[in-house]
C-alpha cells in the first residue's frame, strides 16, 4: 500500500474490504498498537507545542539581547546575514490524504453538528478545526491526525502500513524536540546570567568591529 492510500480506508467513510490485516486477530493486535501509537502521538505533539513556544519567547529574547551587546561593544552581529530557521520542518504530504482526514474533522466540528454543544466545547472544535486547516495549508499531516484523534473518528480498520507511517511520524516529533533543546538560543535562554554572558562572549568573538 503506498503513502497515498494509507489512510484511504481508515474512517468510516468507505466501504468494507477484504484483506490479509482485515482479519479479527490481525486487527485486534494492530488495533492495539495503535492505540498505544495514537496516545503517543497526543502526548509528543502537546509537548513540542509547549516547548515551540517556549522556544520562540527565548529566541525573541535572545535576538533582542544579542543586538544591544554587539551595539555595545561595537561590533557585527551573528544574525546579520542569517536566515531565520524552521524547526519543525514538515514532510510534503499527497493532497488526497490531507483531504480525505481533513474532510471527517470538518464534518465533526461543523456547527450544525455542535449545536447542543456548551459553548466551551464549541469553542474547542473551532480550535480543532483551525488546527486542521494550517495542517491542511502547510502539508502538516500531524495537525490533522491529532485533531482527527482527539475528535474520536472511529477507525475501521488499521493496516500494518499505517502502524509504520505512526512511528515515523513519532520519530519526526522526538527529533523536533532534541533539535529544540540542542539549539544554543534555547540553552542560553535555560543558562544564569554568567553563563549567557559567556554565550554571547564565544558566538561573537570572531566577528569585526563595526
Known amino acids: 500500500m503506498s503513502e497515498e492510500n494509507i489512510f484511504e480506508n481508515l474512517f468510516d ?8 490485516y482485515a482479519k479479527p486477530n490481525k486487527q485486534s493486535q494492530l488495533k492495539k498498537q495503535f492505540n498505544k501509537l495514537k496516545h503517543k502521538i497526543l502526548y509528543l505533539n502537546m509537548e513540542y507545542e509547549e516547548l515551540n513556544e517556549e522556544f520562540q519567547e527565548i529566541r525573541r529574547d535572545f535576538i533582542a539581547k544579542i543586538m544591544i551587546y554587539c551595539q555595545n561593544n561595537k561590533i557585527q552581529s551573528p544574525l546579520e546575514s542569517s536566515e ?82 505512526l512511528r515515523k511520524e513519532i520519530q519526526k516529533m522526538q527529533k523536533n524536540i532534541k533539535q529544540i533543546k540542542n539549539d544554543i538560543m534555547y540553552k542560553w535562554g535555560k543558562s544564569d546570567e554568567k553563563t549567557k554572558q559567556q554565550i554571547f562572549d564565544l558566538l561573537t568573538k570572531n566577528l569585526k568591529p563595526l
Open 84 to 165: 531565520e530557521k524552521n524547526i519543525d520542518k514538515k514532510e510534503k504530504k499527497s493532497p488526497s490524504e490531507i483531504n480525505d482526514l481533513f474532510r471527517q474533522v470538518a464534518i465533526k466540528t461543523h456547527p450544525d453538528k455542535n449545536k447542543d454543544l456548551s459553548p466551551e466545547e464549541i469553542e474547542e472544535r473551532k480550535k480543532l478545526f483551525n488546527e486542521a486547516v494550517k495542517g491542511k495549508d502547510s502539508g502538516n499531516f500531524g495537525k490533522i491526525l491529532q485533531a482527527a484523534l482527539e475528535l474520536n473518528v472511529p477507525i475501521k480498520t488499521v493496516s500494518p502500513s499505517l502502524i509504520k507511517h
Open 13 to 20: 467513510n468507505s466501504k468494507d474490504e477484504l484483506s490479509a
